[in-house]
T-cell receptor
Framework: EDKVVQSPLSLVVHEGDTVTLNCSYEVTNFRSLLWYKQEKKAPTFLFMLTSSGIEKKSGRLSSILDKKELFSILNITATQTGDSAVYLCAVDYGGSQGNLIFGKGTKLSVKP | DVKVTQSSRYLVKRTGEKVFLECVQDMDHENMFWYRQDPGLGLRLIYFSYDVKMKEKGDIPEGYSVSREKKERFSLILESASTNQTSMYLC?????????????FGPGTRLTVT
């Protein structure tokens, strides 16, 4: 059965800390892995990863994929209270319409 | 700018009512999706559509139906709402891929069934 597992499920840090969120997956026909940030409403897209070992970076956020070990990490450096959100990992498992399987998310709380 | 809109942000319905949730996208996307999101369960796919009048069941289609009469509009129907359908409903759309691609989400509809 295809699945996506995120860890930890929740995390509390202080401003300025660096955090690492994990996403492991088992899918029969991997095409890409996506990270989303969800605050009060709908998820917003962060990164799409298709190739192993190539880091994607956007400001203080970065992500990398390991297709051999079947996982991805999302790093956030110098965290701010505005980073508080649920971070979702999703894997495109190769259906013709590009359907995604989502993990349950990691709830990050950044305290001042 | 990419836009997916949903007809209501908050909705309160009674058990047994028929409920329509509407989703419209202005990106000429072929694919549209309905998810529900519940605490501890993440996002789960209810139905998706890859073309007008085409639909396929997702992981949890029971108690739901969908309609796609026009490319830009995808409706989720709860034929007889039940309390266990209280949830956040998210619509998404995407372009038919050559390679992988991202889904664009609407703002969500928080449905409460009493």
């Amino acid at each position: 059965e295809d699945k996506v597992v995120q860890s930890p499920l929740s995390l509390v840090v202080h401003e300025g800390d660096t955090v690492t969120l994990n996403c492991s997956y088992e899918v029969t026909n991997f095409r890409s892995l996506l990270w989303y940030k969800q605050e009060k409403k709908a998820p917003t897209f962060l990164f799409m990863l298709t190739s192993s070992g190539i880091e994607k970076k956007s400001g203080r956020l970065s992500s990398i994929l390991d297709k051999k070990e079947l996982f991805s990490i999302l790093n956030i450096t110098a965290t701010q209270t505005g980073d508080s959100a649920v971070y979702l990992c999703a894997v495109d498992y190769g259906g013709s319409q590009g359907n995604l399987i989502f993990g349950k998310g990691t709830k990050l709380s950044v305290k001042p | 700018d990419v836009k997916v809109t949903q007809s209501s942000r908050y909705l309160v319905k009674r058990t047994g009512e028929k409920v329509f949730l509407e989703c419209v996208q202005d990106m000429d996307h072929e694919n549209m999706f309905w998810y529900r999101q519940d605490p501890g369960l993440g996002l789960r796919l209810i139905y998706f559509s890859y073309d007008v009048k085409m639909k396929e069941k997702g992981d949890i289609p029971e108690g739901y139906s969908v309609s796609r009469e026009k490319k830009e509009r995808f409706s989720l129907i709860l034929e007889s709402a039940s309390t266990n359908q209280t949830s956040m409903y998210l619509c998404a759309s995407s372009h038919t891929p050559g390679d992988s691609y991202e889904q664009y989400f609407g703002p969500g509809t928080r449905l409460t069934v009493t």
